[in-house]
């Protein structure tokens, strides 16, 4: 009975930590496969790990004398050493830069006006919102301001407020969208 609570506790806290560091992955926009392979490799490893420490330090071979202070640490062994590296690589994971990924046309929402998206193409600029398509020309953008999760598009005759709705889709990685679309706007208004 203590061997499948045992095995059961890990099980469980080796799935919440991929899920863990699952989550993070998907909100910084890296592969979800890719870091949850790793944790997961790094789990089980630990796991294993932690029980071979455990075997050498109060198994019938052992050569220390098994106080409880000894057992109590051995008993914990494959538990800590299946945490640890998992959360190590989520945190690996974390200080990772938020990656977007490279729009031919960017998914966006116009605040107000509904979904569309904005493309920028060699000298020009397409609109697509409300089903209608607009062609600008770079010198019609008087503005472009990241301004927190939206960017800000000042032309001649009105304002446009639009969030990217691109992946990753947290806070943070409409801010960085913000700044990766306004850049590349300033960038195409400044070829012409």
């Known amino acids: 009975m203590s061997v499948l609570l045992a095995a059961g506790v890990l099980t469980v806290t080796w799935c919440l930590l991929l899920v863990y560091v699952a989550r993070i992955a998907q909100s910084r926009g890296r592969s979800i496969v890719v870091w949850t392979l790793i944790a ?29 202070l000894v057992t109590a640490v051995a008993i914990f062994m494959p538990l800590i050493l299946l945490i640890v590296p998992m959360v190590v690589v989520g945190s690996m994971v974390q200080r990772e830069p938020i990656k977007i990924t490279a729009h031919g ?64 889709a947290t806070p943070a990685g409409r801010r960085q969208q913000s700044l990766v679309l306004a850049k590349r706007l300033r960038h195409a208004n400044s070829l012409h």
């Open 40 to 68: 997961a490799g790094a789990g089980v490893l630990g796991t294993v790990t932690g029980f071979l420490l455990m075997d050498k330090m109060i198994g019938a071979t052992s050569e220390v004398d098994p106080s409880m």
């Open 105 to 168: 046309s960017w998914p966006v929402a116009f605040l107000g006006k509904g979904d569309g998206s904005i493309a920028v193409d060699g000298g020009q600029i397409r609109v697509d919102m409300a089903n209608t398509t607009r062609v600008l020309a770079p010198q019609q953008l008087q503005r472009v301001e990241a301004d927190g999760e939206c960017v800000r598009l000042t032309l001649a005759d009105e304002e446009l407020v639009v969030l990217p709705m691109g992946k990753p």
